[in-house]
């Protein structure tokens, strides 16, 4: 491993910022935040999701940077680093094997983005209707080539990034990538919101519907706090390994928090004033991205073709910089674990990490169509990655996280990395460190079992 003498940091505390909030804004943000804000109580929703982000989700953050700024080593390495000659490496090396097996589905739909960017730019959207985006769809997701095709795409495309390394790969591609995503959300939801009959979508969104409030809610809330955050996937930790000892990691991880939910609300804002103009009611999932919303684009702007197809082609550009962002974050972390324990070149741990990736994900795309009938407990290979990873691996990961700076990380080191070694002054740490004993353990067993059906 790096001496922390030797270990690149970011260069500057906005790249840092940028970086780690690449890392946790991506797809879900667009279509999972507003459409469980829709349906569980509109800004009911939104403010019990605040509350989860700030009594769970940001000192789940915090570990994580604790991690691995105090460790100076890949999330792999973290753990064996802090608390050598124990078991707890292997909480390391399961948020590396998180990242990897996510990574490779995950560019599957990265993919499928820049098909429909390419689509919208090119025509492909117009004088369709609904059943015409539904067969486009369908045909495309099935396909056993072009999906493939995107993938290599959209890989080589982070794979690029990863091999020019952290200040001039990730800190730079996230200066650049992160506030072009923030005009595209705001341009678009400007446009959204003066359409006519927008309103009732608004109405839908951040109207607050308390009689929708349950325990349900509650967990649905911390479950999309939890994922929405990139917790317990590795990402964060293995960033915080570049910040520098100046990074004030409270500010930070607050500053992730509302980058974050202010991308998630503005794409709200774009979804549901649009829908509602044109009498459509938002699906979830990847019609909602890829059926509906082409559908809604051709509706609200079916007599000015070259408008439909210019907000057409921003959405997805704005969907394709979200994913980008957050492969760049999960390929560093299979990378740097490779690149730091193997001693690897660069180059070559990225490479290995790229073949592996495009190995799970043409298993993936070919599970969605030719390779249906092969399954793992009724899933298909893509479902299956997808439920290990989001509903098994990541609380674990995550929970297991707050248990070891709560109770086995020395509070002293704790204390020293919030405070930057007594240079700051952080009068929440004993909060903090109550909420990752007790808390935040306890919620995110919650999650898990909710996730699993116990609480249904």
């Known amino acids: 491993m790096e001496h922390h003498g030797n270990r690149v940091n970011f260069g500057s505390k906005l790249g840092a910022i940028l970086a780690a909030a690449g890392s946790a804004v991506g797809l879900g943000n667009i279509w999972r935040f507003p459409y469980e804000t829709g349906n569980h109580g509109g800004a009911a929703f939104i403010l019990i999701y605040l509350g989860c982000i700030l009594l769970f989700g940001l000192p789940i953050m915090m570990a994580e940077f604790v991690i691995g700024r105090r460790s100076k080593a890949s999330t792999g390495g973290a753990y064996e680093k802090l608390a050598p000659g124990t078991h707890w490496k292997w909480v390391g090396y399961l948020g590396v094997l998180t990242g990897f097996l996510i990574l490779g589905y995950y560019s599957v739909v990265a993919g499928w983005t820049l098909e429909y960017l390419f ?215 299979s990378t740097a674990f490779l690149h730091e324990r193997f001693h690897f070149t660069r180059g070559r741990a990225a490479t290995l990490i790229t073949t592996g990736c495009l190995i799970i994900g043409i298993v993936s795309s070919l599970a969605l169509g030719e390779w249906s009938s092969y399954t793992i407990g009724g899933l298909n290979m893509f479902d299956a990655l997808d439920y290990l990873t989001a509903k098994v691996m990541l609380p674990v990961a995550g929970m297991l996280a707050a248990i070891f700076v709560g109770w086995v990380l020395d509070k002293k080191i704790l204390q020293e990395e919030v405070t930057n070694h007594g240079h700051l002054k952080v009068s929440y740490y004993p909060l903090l460190r109550f909420i990752l004993r007790y808390l935040s353990p306890i919620s995110i067993l919650m999650i898990f079992l909710n996730e699993l059906g116990f609480f249904k």
């Open 119 to 333: 689509q919208a730019v090119t025509g492909g959207f117009a004088h369709k209707d609904a059943a015409g985006f539904i067969q486009m769809f369908t045909q495309f997701s099935q396909d056993p080539f072009r999906p493939l095709l995107w993938l290599f795409i959209f890989m080589f495309m982070t794979h690029l990034v990863i091999v020019r390394g952290v200040k001039d790969g990730i800190e730079k591609s996230s200066k650049v990538l992160m506030p072009i995503l923030f005009i595209l959300v705001i341009v678009l939801g400007i446009c959204s919101v003066m359409l006519p009959g927008a309103e009732k979508g608004i109405n839908f969104l951040l109207n607050p519907d308390f009689s929708k409030v349950n325990a349900d809610v509650f967990l649905g809330a911390m479950g999309q706090a939890f994922f929405s955050l990139s917790l317990g996937m590795g990402c964060l930790s293995t960033y915080a390994s570049y910040f520098g000892k100046e990074t004030r990691l409270g500010h930070t991880a607050l500053s992730v928090g509302v980058i974050d939910t202010l991308v998630a609300v503005l794409a709200g804002l774009i979804i549901f004033p649009a829908a509602f103009s044109v009498g459509i009611q938002p699906d979830s999932g990847p019609s909602l991205i890829f059926i509906t919303l082409p559908n809604v684009f051709q509706l609200a702007f079916g007599d000015m073709p070259f408008v439909a197809a210019a907000c057409s082609a921003a959405f997805y550009l704005l969907l394709a910089l979200a994913a980008l962002t957050s492969t760049i974050s999960l390929h560093e972390v």
